[in-house]
């Protein structure tokens, strides 16, 4: 071990011979630059010089970075020359090799500490750069032998990042100004330039230039309008992305879940910017303007998806009906109920379902505190789904369920609530604000009072917005139809994929809350299963069923023509008591 050890430290003694590839690298922040000649002079300058110097000249590893931001690091952390340092530490680049960049502005615009670590690491590892606008030759030998090299490098990096950091402050004031211009109702026919440049705008538009508005380009805005579909109906980032590449979409890339949920949330959706200058958010209203791919209307649905969307994802292969959604709970113990199937080979019957037992609707204290609920641990799923779907297949019980009656909206009066506890807020937060600036009082109690309310505000805003968002959704909503769900019952009872998933959202606009007595109202009739079933409007409606079969007990027990049918006794004559 002591040799070897040796044997390394004698090879990093001895000088480095560079006689290893030479490789080229070139950035530029915008397409500006691009289309000039810069790119193909600093391939030229590459070529002549490893030929000059009898080197082979790398072309296999692009190393190009177009639009990425050196000031910010993006040629770092998701550039070329971020992945060339990774090839570097793993060994893929050998010490011997040459690196050509134009110049230090070129190769790094951060923090002179920053950009002169990243050279330091390049050149200890054996690569010798080389600037082209100079010609020069960078490594730690030339360095360490001449006193003014290292401080040449700096002050060019220094020079680089404060050109930068100078430039970046014009552009977030030019930002903040065309901002408030546009909310002050300049357009993009008297504006000098587009607000953020064309690559911050969404992948589905571009700026027509001469008619001064932007277009939407069809290739690109039809895979996003059937995906923000699919999300709806209850779709995840997988499956959607499956479905939509079934239908000849090319959606989704490497990372789909995290596009889907970034997009979800865009306002570019309804033809809005967002731009954030000097940290402050400023909401460009209508910008894109007729290249919005959704109204706002629609919007505001999907953003009512979105903050349901934990309990709305499917995770599992057969979609659930009634589960997953946080409708669906224990009458007994008013635990969530959760969906536990065995969907295995040897459960399956002829038809392609499953035996009754497969799957199950089981009790949250059992599944999750493992404590036995009175009502029981578990039912069959198959029952309590064909009841649901026999119940609003018929349009008397849907129109019963839906009717309002003419009670308001228990939401509208937590809305009142909600905004009364912001105002309170809110003024208790003026009321600290004024304190500091009269300057009674501790200064930093007060301050922190104000973070302390600030967030407080910030919560309860949200609160409100969510109340908002789905009062006028469900008021924009329409109701659901008993041939809606009559169309889909044979399918849903065929496990059909894309059935259940329009029954889920069925389930979603319909009710508020399920709950389900697994034995009975008493839990004392194994047999029935008694389904309390309220809906979005607030009705209550209860019907028993089999617990096998699904079908209405009550119906039977309550039947009018059986009670008429049978033989009635006669009534006994009214007799007259004399008056005294």
């Keep these: 071990m002591a040799t070897s050890r040796t044997k390394r430290a004698s090879r990093k003694d001895e000088p480095i011979v560079y006689s290893g590839p030479v490789f080229s690298y070139i950035r530029f922040s915008s397409a500006r630059q691009a289309a000039g000649t810069s790119k193909q002079r600093q391939d030229d300058y590459a070529a002549k010089w490893a030929s000059r110097h009898n080197l082979p000249l790398d072309t296999t590893l692009k ?4 639009g990425r931001s050196a000031f910010k690091g993006d040629h770092l952390s998701n550039g070329a020359l971020g992945r060339f340092m990774d090839k570097i530490r793993d060994s893929s680049v050998r010490p011997g090799s040459t690196l050509i ?39 730690p030998e030339i360095i360490a032998q001449n006193d003014f090299a290292l401080l040449e490098v700096v002050i060019d990096m220094s020079r680089a990042h404060n050109e930068s950091k100078r430039k970046s402050s014009l552009i977030q004031d030019a930002y903040v100004t065309k901002c408030m211009q546009w909310q002050s109702g300049v357009r993009h026919d008297t504006m000098k330039g587009l607000i953020g440049g064309p690559n911050t705008d969404p992948e589905w538009v571009t700026f027509n230039y001469d008619e001064k508005r932007f277009d939407l380009i069809p290739d690109k805005a039809g895979p996003i309008r059937r995906m923000i579909e699919l999300y709806c109906e209850g779709y995840g980032a997988m499956a959607l992305t499956r479905v939509m590449r079934d239908e000849g979409y090319e959606f989704g890339g490497r990372f789909p879940t995290n596009r889907v949920s970034r997009l979800v949330s865009s306002r570019a959706l309804m033809g809005d910017k967002v731009v954030t200058a000097r940290g402050q958010p400023f909401v460009l209203e209508g910008y894109y303007g007729d290249a919005a791919l959704i109204s706002a209307e629609k919007f505001e649905e999907l953003q009512h998806v979105v903050s349901k969307r934990s309990s709305r994802k499917v995770k599992s292969v057969l979609p659930g009906i009634v589960t997953g959604l946080r409708l669906l709970w224990c009458g007994h113990c008013q635990q969530l109920m959760v969906s536990h199937s065995q969907l295995k080979e040897e459960n399956r019957l002829a038809d392609g379902t499953y035996r009754l037992g497969a799957r199950r609707l089981r009790c949250g204290s059992y599944y999750r505190l493992a ?3 009175k009502g029981g641990e578990s039912c069959s799923a198959v029952p309590v789904e064909h009841a649901i779907m026999m119940y609003c297949s018929d349009q008397m019980n849907l129109d019963r369920l839906l009717a309002t009656k003419g009670k308001p909206d228990a ?14 807020l809110e003024s208790r937060l003026a009321e600290v604000q004024q304190a500091i600036e009269s300057g009674s009082g501790s200064v930093i109690t007060l301050v922190k009072a104000a973070e302390t309310l600030e967030e407080q505000q910030r919560q309860q805003r949200e609160r409100v917005t969510t109340l908002e968002r789905e009062i006028a959704v469900d008021q924009r909503g329409k109701r659901s139809t008993a041939e809606a769900w009559a169309a889909l019952m044979e399918d849903v009872r065929m496990l059909d994929y894309d059935a259940r998933m329009k029954a889920r959202q069925l389930m979603v606009d319909t009710f508020e809350r399920i709950e389900v007595y697994m034995k009975g109202a008493e839990a004392d009739q194994p047999n029935i299963l008694r389904l309390h079933l309220t809906s979005k409007s607030g009705v209550v409606q209860e019907i028993e069923i089999d617990h096998v079969s699904g079908q209405r007990i009550d119906e039977q027990r309550f039947n009018l023509k059986d009670i008429d049918a049978k033989a009635k006794p006669a009534r006994a004559p009214r007799t007259r008591t004399a008056r005294k």
Excluded: H, Y
């Design 63 to 66: 190393m190009f970075d177009k």
């Design 101 to 139: 960049v134009e110049a230090w502005d070129r190769f790094s615009r951060q923090t002179p500490m920053q950009a002169f670590a990243q050279l330091s690491e390049i050149i200890n590892a054996g690569v010798r750069v080389v600037t082209s606008t100079n010609g020069k030759e960078w490594t």
């Design 371 to 373: 404590v036995r609920c």
């Design 411 to 424: 939401r509208i009066a937590a809305l009142t609530k909600q905004q009364a506890e912001l105002a309170k």
